[in-house]
């Protein structure tokens, strides 16, 4: 039943050949006492000097390197607009996303929608617009939806993995047939580490269920962002970390250069592989166990394409209480 809101870098052509033809292999997952065969997904990582204009050409070899079968489909795009302030980075810079708008245009894409809703903030085209997004994205407000005040069905959550049982979502995401997670590279102070996992955050209705959606933090911050990511099954993300931020992350924290991005099918294995570029241990953040399990974190779960991680690690600065994730 539905239910409607009440207040209403440059990639080489081999890079691209290799990940084009990847073939799918297989990783083994422990599921209680029984193992079974988890396919081994593509992650892509390409390095990206800069915000210029080769961004648009870097990520759309690396969009269409993954094959994905967009033609005519509905695509929203979710970025990581969460606070401004001019001396950090905190959100998704506009130039990877509309970037990342304009290669699913090209690859024939029937709809392609950017959609947020920012959980500090309630005025969401002020922010963006603060945020450079309407300067850079030619008539943004006509592409944009605020997922805070979209019209909401509710979601049951099958086998929940944090103390929510169901969700109200908006209809942007729920009839779109592949959301695209386009999240900032940050360390976060309380997952470690936030991604295109964590970046799910932002589909949540604050006209629903408040600023900023402590909601999502009582049920369990880890448990929550599995049970948003099992919601959505046709995903694909992308990570910019071209200055991404470390320290007292999401939002206190400060520049980093990595001078990448990184993307891929399986978030999961996204948001592993970009631990990895940050010199964290993916298997010591806890949403990363919970999604995936510790026996398919390894590197070996992964097909990476592109670059080779240890070219392009950059270790974030970790604040005290996470230094134990930091990876050997």
Known sequence: MTTHNPTSGKVTRRQMLVAAGAGAGAALVRCGKSVRKFPVSNV?????????????????RMVASHNLNVRGKRIVLKPNLVEYDANTAINTHPMVVHAVYEAFRKLGAGDVRIAEGPGHRRGTLDLADAAGYFSTVAQFEDS???????????????????????????HTVLDCDLLVSVAKMKTHHWAGATLSMKNLFGLVPGAIYGWPKNVLHWAGIPETIVDLHHLFPRQFAI???????????????????????????????????????????????????????????????????????????????LVDEWKGIRAA
Request: glycine share 10%; charged share 25%.
């Open 44 to 60: 892509s990582i390409v390095k990206a000097a800069g915000y210029n204009q080769d961004v648009y050409d870097t990520v759309y």
């Open 144 to 170: 944009f939806t605020d997922l805070n005040t979209d019209t909401v069905a509710k979601r049951v959550i099958s086998n929940p993995v944090s103390k929510l049982d169901s969700l109200y979502l908006p």
């Open 239 to 317: 990570v910019d970390g071209i200055v991404g931020m470390e320290g007292n992350g999401p939002i206190q924290g400060t520049p980093k250069y990595a001078g990448v991005l990184v993307a891929g099918r399986d978030p999961a294995g996204v948001d592993a592989t970009c631990c990895r570029v940050m010199g964290i241990d993916p298997r010591q953040i806890q949403y990363l166990r919970l999604a995936r399990d510790v026996e398919n974190l390894g590197e070996s779960a992964f097909r990476q394409t592109g670059e080779n991680i240890r070219a392009v690690r950059s270790d974030f600065e």
